[in-house]
């Protein structure tokens, strides 16, 4: 199975300061069809995860363009550019190139 | 709006069975692959199973193959997850999920004597 590495595992940022979550993969996520299906999620304590990005660097709709994805191959990274009271909480990675699709241990985005 | 709701958790005894459901609405669902997550509290999320868009395609986490089934009917909007022989590590919260993006609001089983 593919494995995702997040780092850090802990996060501690101040309101209004950049955060940025790596994502690292044991295997290339580019599939045979040329598309790269690496996703992040959000979630907040008893919530579902809420998807944010999609094929790498796309944005779902309603997600603030504060957030933004990138990277290539095996190698991404999630950066907030300015952290709000909303964005706490924790943040996965995951593949849905190579089945099954797996997740990264999880960011856990807290207030400094 | 999507909607999926989940239903059917609950506890049951180890080597169990238990039967999850799922109603869609808000989309057109046969156009859509679906798939059942879960998440062990305070723990990480595991893909569990994904169905096709006609239900020929099924694929299943190794940790559940040959004890668990994922199946659908598209003219009632449901998709469902038959879980046997269920065993403690199977505790968790199973969310019904559309396209990787919807996700419900998760039913908890619990496997435990």
């Known amino acids: 199975d593919v494995v995702l590495t997040q780092s850090p595992l802990s996060l501690p940022v101040t309101l209004g300061q950049p955060a940025s979550i790596s994502c690292r993969s044991s295997q290339s996520l580019v599939h045979s069809n040329g598309n790269t299906y690496l996703l992040w999620f959000h979630q907040r304590p008893g919530q579902s995860p809420r998807r944010l990005i999609y094929?790498?660097?796309n944005r779902d709709s309603g997600v603030p363009d504060r957030f933004s994805g990138s990277g290539s191959g095996t190698d991404f990274t999630l950066k907030i550019s300015r952290v709000e009271a909303e964005d706490f909480g924790i943040y996965y990675c995951m593949q849905a190139t190579h089945w099954p699709h797996t997740f990264g241990q999880g960011t856990e985005l807290e207030i400094k | 709006e999507v909607q999926l709701v989940e239903s059917g958790g609950g506890l049951v005894q180890p080597g169990g069975s238990v039967r999850l459901s799922c109603v869609a609405s808000?989309?057109?669902?046969?156009?859509?692959?679906m798939s059942w997550l879960r998440q062990v509290p305070g723990q990480g999320l595991e893909w569990v199973a994904h169905i096709g868009r006609d239900g020929s395609e099924k694929y299943y986490v190794d940790s559940v193959k040959d004890r668990f089934t994922i199946s659908r009917d598209n003219r009632g909007n449901l998709v469902f997850l038959q879980m046997n022989s269920l065993r403690a590590e199977d505790t968790a919260v199973y969310y019904c999920?559309?396209?990787?993006?919807?996700w419900g609001q998760g039913t908890v089983v619990t496997v435990s004597s």
């Open positions: 808000g989309f057109s669902f046969g156009d859509y692959w």
């Open positions: 999920v559309k396209d990787a993006r919807d």
């Open positions: 094929n790498v660097y």
